[in-house]
């Protein structure tokens, strides 16, 4: 990996910003990967971070990722994201999201921003006040738009059908239990999903409030957030943040398949071959999350309709078949074998 400045995941980012205005309190990164296939596209997140560095870190493995997210998904977009580094208070401004619409359009297109953890169509609606270059708004008559949750969650709800397929040899989760983590609009999206299926769901969230409502409605149970990962179960369906899988929580997973729609799932690349090893059938991450991703990219290059949106989307288990399939031929993980399939698409082979 090229990193000429010292960041461990610093990959050949094109642009790398750092937004600070003292009055609105505003402290922003912006991360541009790759613009190869087109503008950089990827959300915002608003998040707490412990220091500056863990939110570099983050702004750089998430803009990678949403360079070969988009790849994978067939989109004239390349890849970047933005991370705004929220206080301990989670303290959000309308002046503080007019001064990262203006470092957005500074960018003259080449970052498209939409939303992310912790970002709502309302915070869209504000930074588009300084900005064109931004998607996730409200829907107007028949168009497409909106918050782009429930298109990632339909993505993985069929991500995660394709490898009962291809795992259990089962066409339907009607009685299969799936151990989901997280309890958010990613999360709740695939919960009714699959519980409309007749799956039976365990839920954990480190929000036990927000699990407790999210198993109420899709009548599944709460677990601890510190069991989930541990749990027996057919899927284990992480739907939460990211860097969760290492050498110490793979060896404890009691699943065939680790199918959901976190970022990152994978702390390094060589957890990827870890959970390979354990038969365990990985859905890599970006592949099975596109949903989103394709929404807005229909938005903002106002090129299709709704129909057009769901035909994509329902294209993401294909996808995801091709990658096992080459696994299964090579003996590569499912992770490496992604990777090298995004970075041919994007130049960096």
């Known amino acids: 990996m090229n990193t000429p400045w010292g960041f461990e995941d610093f990959d050949a980012h094109e642009d790398l910003h750092f937004v600070w ?3 609105s309190g505003l402290k922003a990164i912006i991360a541009i990967h790759s613009t190869h296939l087109g503008p950089a596209a990827g959300g915002c997140r608003f998040w707490h971070y412990a220091d500056a560095a863990e939110g570099l870190k983050d702004a750089l493995r998430l803009s990678r990722g949403m360079s070969y997210k988009n790849a994978m998904a067939g989109l004239p977009l390349g890849g970047g994201k933005a991370v705004i580094i929220a206080d301990e208070k989670r303290t959000k401004t309308p002046a503080m999201l007019h001064e990262f619409g203006k470092a957005v359009d500074n960018l003259c297109g080449r970052y498209v921003t939409a939303e992310d953890v912790g970002m709502s169509v309302a915070d869209m609606i504000e930074i588009r006040r300084q900005t064109k270059f931004v998607a996730g708004l409200p829907v107007e008559g028949s168009a497409v ?10 993505g993985v709800f069929l991500g995660i059908k394709a490898a009962v397929r291809r795992a259990l040899g089962k066409d339907s989760l009607q009685g299969l239990h799936i151990a989901l983590q997280g309890a958010g609009s990613v999360a709740t999206g ?3 999903h699959a519980a409309a299926e007749g799956a039976t769901l365990s839920i954990a969230d480190v929000d036990a409030a927000k699990a407790q409502k999210l198993a109420d409605a899709a009548g ?4 601890g957030a510190d069991e989930i990962l541990g749990l027996e179960a057919d899927v284990l369906s992480p739907c939460a943040l990211g860097a969760i899988f290492d050498e110490k929580s793979i060896a404890e997973l009691k699943v065939p398949i680790v199918a959901g729609g976190a970022n990152n799932q994978l702390a390094t690349p060589e957890d990827g071959a870890r959970m390979n090893a354990r038969g365990i059938l990985y859905a890599p991450d970006y592949v099975i999350n596109a949903g989103g991703i394709i929404n807005v ?3 903002f290059l106002r090129s299709g309709d709704a129909s057009v949106v769901r035909q994509k989307i329902e ?6 078949e091709q990658i096992w399939a080459e696994s299964a031929e ?3 993980d499912p992770a490496s074998v992604a990777d090298a399939m995004a970075q041919r698409l994007i130049g960096r082979a």
Not at 145 to 154: A, Q, R, V
């Open 21 to 23: 205005t003292e009055a």
């Open 190 to 192: 695939v919960a009714m």
């Open 330 to 332: 090579t003996g590569r």
């Open 297 to 299: 990219c229909i938005e």
């Open 220 to 223: 599944g149970k709460v677990v």
């Open 315 to 320: 294209g993401i288990p294909d996808r995801l």
């Open 145 to 154: 738009g909106g918050d782009p949750g429930p298109h990632t969650s339909l």
